[in-house]
């Protein structure tokens, strides 16, 4: 190879080496450079300080506490929620916003609207903030709505629904209209809902209330027959205020054959008159009935009074009760409506199981007992009407003869809301002393004090110590 080729090969090689170099620099500075229109990054710092706003964004699972409650009031003002804590019975409030979360038992989203008071509901919420996170239905907890036949029974603090029996607890809450209420407040003709949890009933609600119906005009119709719907029938006294469960009913007047029927509609907490002073009284009319009683020695009673039951027996056309005992018998109440010349009538008794005798002897004497000398006395709210099982007894203070058993109380003045109440009156030999709340003037303003107003149930005091016991039966 010639010197001039090894010249220019070694030319060519350090200008390529230059070059190298060259394009190392301009990558190393371009690396170093921001991109157009990008800010340079801040120089890192040790531990930036953070200023505290005292605000916390909560979620579903931003929670430091969980209850098990009784959903017992709403405030849709302040946006608040109040529950009872059902291990300490001690009541707290929660606020609500558009991050609070609302389930039913099987979690699918609710409303708030679709909740309410009485609901036992798992919580879990924000303690430090007072705030609710999550509020679901519990689903530990059981429900019997709608419910027509149940007993409630004060004394044994219990509840029964058929052969179940569940236990009232000192939590217990009583509600009607989103308000809550005494136990003594339900009539046993109230629809109610119960929610509880394993054998504990935790909240009882008023599905279908009851109201009152006074008759007017009645005069003519006096020892007559009411029938309002299918299921309540009583005779009609002088001034009688009958406590009736709300909804629209056909009213059958029968007197002498005489009367007719009317319809009424019955509003919760609320006093109806019907005027039955239009149905004619026509001359009275009798038919003969023939009664077949079996046993053989059965006693029948007709409207109260013993009858020979051996041969026909005249009876006005209309309304009339029957009563048929007979011992080691079980008893039978019955109402006929005699309405032809002639008729008859078979009533054949149970007889007594050897096992349920004694239970049941002792059942029928603790609920018939009734003393002619021992009496019950209401003697507060003053100046009210009184009404025992929707008949008239007397402007209070007044008395009544004593009969153990559940007995409904009624309270009536012009100008205030009606009150009834649901008593259980022992077969103890002692007079009784009964003292109520004061009623409340129908625009929610108490007109008169009574030295016995102070409690919001009954009050009972007798001269030899007894007590008055209530229940809803």
Not at 95 to 119: A, N
Not at 315 to 332: C, D, K, T
């Amino acid at each position: 190879m010639t010197q001039k080729k090894k010249d220019t090969r070694n030319q060519k090689k350090n200008w390529a080496s230059v070059i190298a170099a060259i394009l190392v620099m301009v990558s190393a500075t371009a690396c170093s450079l921001p991109f157009q229109g990008e800010e340079p990054l801040p120089e890192p710092t040790s531990s930036p300080e953070r200023a505290d706003t005292g605000f916390i964004v909560t979620r579903p699972e931003s929670y430091d506490s969980a209850d098990t409650a009784i959903l017992v009031d709403r405030d849709e003002k302040e946006n608040t929620l109040t529950f009872l804590n059902l291990e300490l019975g001690r009541r707290y409030t929660l606020s609500i916003d558009g991050t609070t979360r609302m389930y039913d038992k099987y979690g699918q989203s609710m409303s708030l609207e679709q909740f309410e008071k009485g609901d036992i509901v798992d919580i879990t919420f924000l303690k430090s903030k007072k705030h609710l996170t999550v509020m679901q239905l519990s689903a530990s907890a059981w429900t019997h709505e709608d419910v027509e036949r149940y007993e409630l029974n004060m004394i044994r603090r219990e509840l029964t629904i058929g052969s179940e029996v569940f236990r009232l607890t000192d939590n217990t809450q009583y509600l009607s209209d989103n308000r809550s209420i005494e136990m003594m407040d339900l009539n046993p003709s109230d629809v109610l809902s119960f929610q509880g949890i394993d054998s504990e009933v935790l909240s009882v609600r008023v599905d279908k209330g009851h109201g009152y119906l006074r008759l007017v005009n009645d005069e003519n119709f006096v020892g007559g027959w009411i029938e309002i719907g299918q299921s309540q029938i009583q005779k009609i006294t002088e001034d009688m205020l009958l406590t009736v469960p709300e909804g629209s009913y056909q009213v059958n007047i029968t007197n002498k054959g005489g009367g007719g029927i009317k319809t009424v509609v019955i509003n919760r907490n609320e006093e109806t008159c019907l005027d039955i002073g239009d149905l004619e009284i026509p001359e009275p009319q009798y038919g003969m009935v023939l009664f077949s009683l079996s046993p053989s020695n059965a006693e029948l009673y007709i409207d109260g009074t013993k009858t020979d039951a051996s041969a026909p027996v005249s009876l006005e056309y209309g309304m009339h009760q029957l009563i048929v005992r007979a011992e080691n018998y079980h008893s039978v109440t019955r109402y006929v409506s005699v309405a032809q010349e002639s008729g008859g009538v078979d009533i054949v008794l149970d007889p007594v199981n050897d096992d349920t005798k004694n239970s049941s002897s002792s059942t029928n004497s603790s609920s018939q007992i009734t003393t002619n000398y021992y009496k019950v006395y209401v003697d507060a709210p003053e100046h009210a009407e009184v009404y025992l099982d929707g008949n008239y007894i007397g402007i209070s203070p007044c008395s009544f003869r004593k009969t153990a058993g559940s007995h409904t109380i009624t309270l009536r003045r012009t100008g205030f809301v009606t009150r009834s109440y649901t008593v259980q009156i022992d077969d103890e030999s002692k007079d009784l002393t009964l003292s109520f709340a004061d009623l409340v003037a129908s625009e929610g303003e108490t007109i008169y004090p009574s030295a016995s107003s102070n409690s919001s149930s009954a009050n009972s005091s007798s001269s030899n110590s007894s007590s008055a016991n209530s229940s809803g039966q």
